[in-house]
């Protein structure tokens, strides 16, 4: 669900009217966002921004980070940081990797392929007439089965369940496996190519037109 235009700004706003530390929990977005997350791709910067399994490249690991006037308290002493995995050598030979691979550039091309694949699947939709959106965020994208935008909890409920469970098993027994779940969100990694951008729309193309036969 992505915010309404101008609703995190006004939050920003209100933050700073009130002395109120804005926190972004980038724990599902993060780098799929974009090189620097959803707070740049979104023009809102946070005080603090908590990131997790985006910069591991599938390495368990967490952080967080802010404005140096908030993370000097650590830094200097004042409040401590404790963890038995803090800085543990294998979460950050997996960040480093991650630094290494996952280039603007490198990001970039995942992005046009995700578009790609959205913008397609979009026509299908309007094509064979199918209650359903897409939505897309970075690389990341979704089929949401619902006629028109979801905003809130109560428009996510509302959507078709069953035709999502249905969508997702007609996919796996065509050996395209999307993550569980009812959105079916979909992550492009450096590791796709046009190549199977083409087999998630042909896959769907199938779908849609079984939903009409």
């Known amino acids: 669900v992505l915010p309404d235009l101008g609703y995190l700004e006004r939050v920003r706003e209100l933050c700073d ?17 974009g090189p620097q997350g959803a707070a740049q791709r979104l023009g809102v910067k946070p005080d603090l921004i908590a990131i997790a399994k ?17 993370m000097e308290v650590i830094v200097n002493g004042k ?4 963890g038995t ?6 979460a950050m030979a997996g960040i480093r990797a991650v630094d ?6 490198a990001l970039k091309r995942s992005e046009d392929l995700n578009r790609n694949a959205l913008s397609r699947i979009a026509e299908i ?36 369940f069953d035709i999502a469970e249905l969508s997702f098993f007609w996919s796996l027994n065509r050996n395209v496996m999307t993550p569980p779940g009812l959105d079916e ?3 492009i990694s450096l590791a796709h190519g046009q190549r199977e951008i083409d087999i998630i729309v042909g896959d769907f193309l199938e779908f849609a037109k079984a939903l009409r036969a």
């Open 125 to 160: 939709i309007n094509e064979y007439e199918i209650p359903a959106h897409t939505v897309g965020f970075g690389v990341k994208g979704c089929i949401t089965w619902s006629a028109t935008p979801v905003r809130n909890y109560r428009d996510y409920k509302a959507t078709d």
């Open 54 to 70: 985006s910069i591991g490249g599938g390495i368990p690991v967490a952080a967080f980070g802010g404005k140096r006037e908030y």
């Open 185 to 187: 969100q979909w992550l």
């Open 85 to 90: 995995f803090n800085g543990h050598y294998l």
């Open 17 to 33: 009217q009130y002395g109120v530390l804005l926190v972004f929990d980038e724990v599902k977005t993060g780098l799929t966002a």
């Open 100 to 105: 290494r691979l996952c280039t603007p550039e």
């Open 79 to 82: 409040h401590s940081h404790l």
